[in-house]
């Protein structure tokens, strides 16, 4: 009898255990704000086991395929390659839903210059600056220091493709007859110098983009450019980035492996405002995504009870208290 018993045991609870779901870490801090947020509402809420394993854009679109990963909560469409589509209509990655589609990017100038900020003294220096057009009309605010006879425009870092299409975009608009561009050396310097800028009042105009961060910190406005079309891109790309869809990409398993799951990752839409805020959240209070993800769980169920049953959010609301 106590070998039947053991054996029902042993039965009952494999039957009852759930399978590990799998996401992707890309390395950057909204992907893992992201995974943070969905990892704890589908462990507390739906009772899976989850893990994060690190991988490269070429490497996840491959293990999202064959299976090893079984979701990429902040995949850019901008950046999918040939393999991504091709799966796509294989069949073999299946796209749950957008999760950001009103990210931006561009140039960028506090927005102090325009409004000014009578809390820290701050005048506006440049009230009709809307448009990137408009700059050659204040290009002496923003002078280079090593050629104070041009204004200096930040960039892109050298490596970036963003870069080379900035300085397409610049030459079509004809300002380099007002402005010296500038190429910081990496992601983290063009934000050290944006941020060094804002924090003294200073003018600055720089390239960013969002979410991130530095744009949750920061009151930052970006500058008007033309509205997106093919033909104004492929002529000097003379016209904003075309705005991309970031899309949550699931393995087409999942769906079998964890059907309540991925009805709550159809479910699942932020917007760039939101990781924002996040990101300065983990920014200021030097912390990592969990702690960000326990921050945007309690202090935004108004955005994400709407993404589950009502069990669920009361599973994931008591397991967080």
Not at 89 to 114: C, F, H, R, W
Request: with cysteine; charged share 25%; aromatic share 12%.
């Amino acid at each position: 009898m106590l070998l039947i018993s053991l054996v029902l045991i042993s039965f009952t609870m494999n039957v009852l255990a759930k399978d590990k779901i799998v996401f992707v870490d890309s390395g950057l801090d909204s992907i893992r704000f992201h995974n943070s947020v969905a990892q704890t509402i589908i462990e507390k809420g739906y009772g899976y086991p989850t893990e994060d394993i690190p991988a490269s854009s070429a490497s996840i679109v491959l293990g999202l395929k064959q299976g090893d990963i079984d979701i990429d909560m902040e995949w850019w469409i901008s950046g999918a390659g040939e393999m991504y589509w091709e799966a796509l209509k294989e069949g073999l990655i299946i796209e749950a839903s957008v999760n950001i589609n009103d990210n931006a990017q561009g140039l960028y100038v506090p927005t102090y210059m325009i409004k000014g900020d009578s809390e820290r003294g701050i005048e506006a220096t440049a009230p009709d600056l809307k448009t990137i057009f408009d700059l050659k009309n204040y290009w002496e605010l923003f002078k280079d220091e090593e050629d104070p006879s041009k204004g200096r425009i930040y960039g892109a870092p050298p490596v970036w493709v963003t870069d080379e299409i900035l300085r397409i975009k610049l030459k079509t608009y004809d300002m380099y007859e007002y402005y010296n561009y500038f190429s910081p050396g990496s992601d983290s310097a063009l934000s050290a110098v944006i941020a060094g800028a804002y924090e003294k009042g200073e003018p600055i105009v720089a390239y960013y983009w969002e979410p991130t961060w530095l744009m949750g910190m920061l009151d930052m406005t970006l500058l008007e450019d033309e509205p997106y079309s093919d033909e104004k891109w492929n002529n000097g790309r003379a016209c904003e980035f075309k705005p991309t869809d970031c899309v949550i990409a699931i393995n087409k398993d999942l769906p079998k492996k964890a059907p309540e799951v991925v009805d709550f990752l159809k479910n699942y839409h932020t917007n760039s405002a939101m990781v924002n805020a996040a990101l300065s959240y983990m920014r200021e209070n030097e912390c990592d995504s969990q702690e960000a993800a326990i921050w945007f769980l309690k202090t935004r169920e108004d955005v994400w009870i709407k993404w589950v049953p009502e069990e669920i959010a009361e599973k994931v609301k008591e397991a967080i208290k």
